[in-house]
């Protein structure tokens, strides 16, 4: 029986101005960034549910048990801002149920969830993802640092591997294609560091898995798609691998 996965975030709208001379006019534009995953995953193995950001600041659940259709949630380059203020709390002053709570409440009892990299996942570029002291930051197997935590590197840097033996890691070629960018976080004591950036680049941890009550929770602090990870890592056979693998670990179908 397939597994539910819930990818939240991964998408974004853009306002662009265009000046010809004297005139100018502007245009929109929506983008997602999730193909690459869906591709990857698709199968009878797995369920997808994609949720952007804009839905996701209506649509998430308010109740607890509205979480319980899923067994794995990911949150992809979405700050916490979008899940703790939707339209009737932040315009109408409204009360409702914190939902990052709800979130940190179904992991501790059985679920898998994994907080993916990028501009607004972690603490994000400015600190204006914001997750850092939240309650889906209890629920992690690391901790978010209070600023900026941005780790560009133009140049790449190759992933070392801490724990090849480790189920997410079965099968996923030893040799990694460049990533050019993650978010610095700290693992938590006891938390499973499999992956990590090279000594030069701060030797930080990269892929963090950790339990949380009865649950289970990853941390993958580079991007599921560009810019932070390449084409090359995007067609690399090891992606389809990784992924497969680490929604397996968190719904303990390994």
């Not at 990818?7 to 101005?17: A, F």
């Not at 839905?55 to 979480?67: F, H, K, N, T």
């Not at 680049?201 to 649950?215: C, D, K, M, T, W």
């Not at 090359?232 to 719904?251: C, D, I, Q, S, V």
């Given at each position: 029986?397939?597994?539910?996965?819930?990818?939240?975030?991964?998408?974004?709208?853009?306002?662009?101005?265009?000046?010809?001379?004297?005139?100018?006019?502007?245009?929109?534009?929506?983008?997602?960034?999730?193909?690459?995953?869906?591709?990857?995953?698709?199968?009878?193995?797995?369920?997808?549910?994609?949720?952007?950001?804009?839905?996701?600041?209506?649509?998430?659940?308010?109740?607890?048990?509205?979480?319980?259709?899923?067994?794995?949630?990911?949150?992809?380059?979405?700050?916490?801002?979008?899940?703790?203020?939707?339209?009737?709390?932040?315009i109408k002053s409204e009360r409702r149920p914190n939902r990052l709570k709800l979130l940190r409440e179904w992991t501790h009892d059985g679920g898998g969830?994994?907080?993916?990299?990028?501009?607004?996942?972690?603490?994000?570029?400015?600190?204006?993802?914001?997750?850092?002291?939240?309650?889906?930051?209890?629920?992690?197997?690391?901790?978010?640092?209070?600023?900026?935590?941005?780790?560009?590197?133009?140049?790449?840097?190759?992933?070392?591997?801490?724990?090849?033996?480790?189920?997410?890691?079965?099968?996923?070629?030893?040799?990694?294609?460049?990533?050019?960018?993650a978010n610095e976080i700290v693992a938590r004591d006891g938390a499973e560091v499999l992956a990590r950036l090279p000594d030069e680049e701060g030797g930080?941890?990269?892929?963090?898995?950790?339990?949380?009550?009865?649950?289970?929770?990853?941390?993958?602090?580079?991007?599921?798609?560009?810019?932070?990870?390449?084409?090359?890592?995007?067609?690399?056979?090891?992606?389809?691998?990784?992924?497969?693998?680490?929604?397996?670990?968190?719904?303990?179908?390994?």
């Amino acid at each position: 029986m397939a597994k539910n996965v819930l990818l939240v975030g991964e998408s974004w709208i853009t306002n662009e101005t265009h000046y010809k001379g004297f005139d100018h006019f502007s245009s929109t534009n929506f983008h997602t960034g999730a193909e690459p995953f869906l591709e990857a995953v698709a199968g009878d193995e797995f369920h997808i549910t994609y949720m952007p950001a804009h839905e996701a600041v209506r649509d998430l659940p308010y109740e607890r048990a509205g979480y319980d259709q899923w067994d794995v949630i990911l949150i992809s380059d979405i700050g916490s801002n979008s899940i703790l203020l939707p339209p009737e709390v932040f315009i109408k002053s409204e009360r409702r149920p914190n939902r990052l709570k709800l979130l940190r409440e179904w992991t501790h009892d059985g679920g898998g969830l994994m907080m993916v990299g990028g501009y607004l996942t972690f603490q994000g570029i400015d600190g204006s993802g914001r997750w850092r002291r939240t309650p889906v930051e209890d629920a992690l197997p690391v901790t978010c640092l209070p600023y900026d935590d941005r780790l560009e590197v133009p140049e790449g840097f190759v992933a070392e591997i801490a724990q090849a033996d480790h189920p997410i890691l079965k099968g996923v070629p030893q040799e990694w294609p460049h990533i050019i960018g993650a978010n610095e976080i700290v693992a938590r004591d006891g938390a499973e560091v499999l992956a990590r950036l090279p000594d030069e680049e701060g030797g930080h941890p990269l892929l963090v898995a950790g339990q949380y009550g009865s649950g289970r929770s990853l941390a993958w602090a580079s991007d599921m798609a560009p810019h932070w990870l390449p084409p090359e890592f995007l067609a690399w056979e090891g992606y389809r691998t990784l992924w497969l693998n680490m929604l397996r670990w968190l719904a303990k179908a390994s």
